[in-house]
């Protein structure tokens, strides 16, 4: 079935008040895009800190209607529903249904990570290099997920994990995925050796991703969630936290406190230039922290002192 697509731009500070309008109005999705996004510069939002909802300066918001409604009384509902907002810019047109979440995972390939780590889609055939005797499997339906493994703040994560695996330091060890969304990182840890994970996130439905994703890779039993605020405050021999570099930056002692003595952490979520002052931020509590980069973003790592 067709839709009856509206974008209109707004600024950041608007984007609440636009977006209450077209859900009153009954819009039956609306999503956010960068305004000033182009092929070779788009800022990137990951997992937001606590409390926060970081977005573009300048946005575009899409709402989808159903493919009778009218533009023109829309339009007039829209306007009188709030007479400060500009729809001047708004544009209309003509979309047709798909299952945009069968599209996304019908591009999603499987990807290799480190020595033994393979992402792998559940529609997706074993590849032959993923068929080795350890090999650390994570099935995965991105569509239905929060993170993929396909952005370079991932893929820093998923490394240093194969890494510590090779040495043997996840072997029996508890990992805490801290900003866990889709599970990734906790589920490549137990898949790696880990006996088990703890997954901590701002958002219940990221939970919810984690605990099924858990569930169809079988170590269920091995993964527990919490949100945020209810996390039991204990140590763990590996912590990953990757977020943004801001919330690094507030979390730092949290973090810091949730790695035993002689642990180890990474933090991803970096863009390239903000790796300096997070170093020095957590060179109060870790020692041997270098920093490594993929594309434009950065992962730090090091050792509890």
Request: hydrophobic share 45%; charged share 25%.
């Amino acid at each position: 079935m067709p839709y009856l697509e509206l974008s209109v731009r707004c600024r950041e500070t608007e984007q609440p008040r636009y977006e209450n309008a077209l859900e009153d109005v009954g819009a039956l999705s609306v999503t956010l895009l960068d305004a000033d996004a182009d092929s070779s510069n788009e800022k990137a939002i990951l997992e937001p800190g606590v409390g926060e909802t970081p977005l573009w300066g300048q946005i575009v918001l899409t709402a989808l209607f159903p493919h009778d409604a009218n533009a023109l009384l829309l339009l007039a509902a829209l306007e009188s529903f709030d007479g400060q907002l500009d729809w001047s810019s708004a544009g209309f047109r003509a979309v047709e249904d798909q299952d945009w979440e069968r599209a996304w995972l019908d591009q999603f390939k499987p990807m290799r990570f480190g020595a033994r780590t393979f992402i792998v889609p559940w529609n997706h055939a074993l590849p032959d290099e993923a068929k080795i005797a350890d090999a650390a499997i994570v099935r995965l339906d991105p569509g239905l997920a929060f993170g993929s493994g396909t952005h370079p703040t991932t893929a820093l994560c998923l490394r240093w994990l194969d890494e510590l695996a090779q040495r043997g330091e996840l072997q029996g060890n508890t990992v805490l995925d801290f900003g866990c969304g889709s599970g990734i990182l906790a589920l490549a840890a137990l898949k790696l050796g880990a006996a088990q994970a703890v997954g901590v996130d701002n958002d219940p439905q990221a939970l919810i991703a984690t605990h099924d994703n858990a569930q169809r890779n079988d170590v269920g039993e091995k993964l527990a969630v919490f949100l945020a605020q209810d996390e039991p405050a204990q140590t763990y021999p590996v912590v990953v936290a990757n977020i943004l570099a801001s919330a690094l930056d507030a979390l730092a002692e949290t973090l810091a406190a949730r790695v035993a003595p002689g642990g180890r952490i990474a933090l991803s979520g970096i863009l390239k230039g903000q790796e300096d002052e997070l170093l020095q931020r957590y060179s109060t509590w870790f020692r041997d922290l270098r920093a490594t980069q993929d594309d434009d973003w950065m992962r730090i790592d090091g050792v509890r002192a």
